[in-house]
Nanobody, 124 residues
């Protein structure tokens, strides 16, 4: 089974930036990847996804213009660059994957493999 490990979370002030990484245990060429956010006391929500070869991305309206998803398949790693962070961005961020031959991604689809999450706290 595919294992995913998130890293890069931490404490940052509002307006600051963080880059999250999702390191996979195997080649990701045939996996679409999504980043999900779970705020305290809330349900997990899709943030951004990237297609298996990186040619297509999608993101939630709340993060458009602030967050950028990217991938480096040679390193088996996906990134989430988070800029202009807001207190409401606080929570656990998970990366997830599903096998696909499609050349697009969707946050509406089910994801089969999940990391353990990394905590992001945006506070002054």
């Amino acid at each position: 089974q595919l294992h995913l490990v998130e890293s890069g979370g931490g404490l940052v002030q509002p307006g600051g930036s963080l880059t999250l990484s999702c390191a996979a245990s195997a080649n990701l060429d045939y996996y679409a990847i999504g980043w999900f956010h779970q705020a305290p006391g809330k349900e997990r929500e899709g943030v951004s996804c990237i297609s298996r070869i990186g040619g297509n991305t999608d993101s939630a309206d709340s993060v458009k213009g602030r967050f950028t998803i990217s991938r480096d398949n040679a390193k088996n790693t996906v990134y989430l660059q988070m800029n202009s962070l807001k207190p409401e961005d606080t929570g656990v961020y998970y990366c997830a994957a599903h096998v696909t031959r499609q050349l697009q991604c969707s946050l509406l689809l089910g994801y089969d493999y999940w990391g353990q999450g990394t905590q992001v706290t945006v506070s002054s």
